[in-house]
């Protein structure tokens, strides 16, 4: 019997393929910065309190009624997920250096710049919401 499981990437990758619209220029970063997310927990380097990071922005991701839920909002639905990601994603290279992202990055684009540019787009988008966010996955009181 064959597998026809997909992974939760395989999914994102999925539900984001066909769009094109307003938001895609940085929504379609969203299971690549996912994947990196994922890959961070594999390194001893990553502490405790950026595993907890870590995981709350995958949880965030899986979480069916967020901020701004898919199942309502479709793919306008992951910006906050977006947001979350990246913010935690600049945590990680305070603590370990953007260099450490890149090398984790299964693209040649500059892990960086991507970060920034999610991160400005989707507060830019979300406006007020950041702080609803960050106190649903527990990263502010």
């Not at 019997?1 to 990437?9: A, G, I, S, V, W």
């Not at 395989?10 to 307003?22: G, I």
């Not at 710049?113 to 502010?140: A, M, P, Q, R, W």
Request: glycine share 4%; charged share 30%; net charge negative.
């Amino acid at each position: 019997m064959e597998n026809n499981f997909k992974d939760f990437y395989d999914t994102l990758k999925d539900n984001l393929d066909s769009y094109e619209e307003e938001y895609d220029s940085f929504i379609d970063y969203g299971p690549e910065l996912y994947n990196l997310l994922c890959s961070c927990l594999n390194y001893k380097e990553v502490n405790s309190d950026l595993r907890l990071s870590i995981s709350a922005a995958i949880a965030y991701y899986v979480v069916p009624m967020d901020i701004i839920p898919e199942t309502i909002y479709g793919p306008y639905g992951y910006i906050d997920d977006i947001y979350i990601t990246v913010f935690v994603l600049r945590k990680v290279a305070h603590e370990l250096g953007y260099e450490f992202l890149q090398n984790l990055w299964d693209d040649d684009e500059d892990i960086k710049n991507i970060i920034e540019i999610c991160f400005k787009e989707s507060v830019e988008v979300l406006e007020d919401k950041v702080e609803d966010i960050l106190t649903y996955v527990g990263l502010i009181n």
